[in-house]
């Protein structure tokens, strides 16, 4: 399928939408997307689930950013929300879902290309600045949180995942 189409069709659907990307054949993604649909077929009527079998060089990874497979994507008012990468445990899977129901309002926390490239840029030239000017580490490290921040929002599977075992694991 044609990534424009996969966009067309979550812009076109009035509640939330769940898309679903994997490999067919393989088992890892067999395994979330059982857990994706018994999900789904909690949330049926609330939150549309499309499910989309792709190939290893599938031009819809690159125009969606995955960079790994399974991947879950929820998008609301056709924007990105959030996503889940690889097998993840049926309660993140449901944390997903629950996500939009809870915050219908909440329309994506995602940089632009723009965005992320100039705080790159300022975080470069911060860092060699605070080089050039005897080696201040103070200044050297506000760049690099600057560059940081042009992707904390790439990092959200991280702290999800933290945030899940440290639950597990103390509470």
Known sequence: MEPNRILDTVKKIDRPVVVYLSIQADENCKKLEDKARLVADQFKGRVNFLVYHVEEF???????????????????????IARLVGDQPGDAVDGLFQMVLHNPKQTGLHLSLFDRLIRLMVGTAIIILGYMNEESW??????FILILLAFWDRFDWLYRSLAYRFKNDHG
């Open 58 to 80: 599938d031009p819809v990874l690159r125009e969606l950013f995955v960079l790994e497979l399974p991947t879950l994507i929820l998008f609301n008012q056709g924007r990105e």
């Open 138 to 143: 103070i200044i050297m490290i506000l760049g």
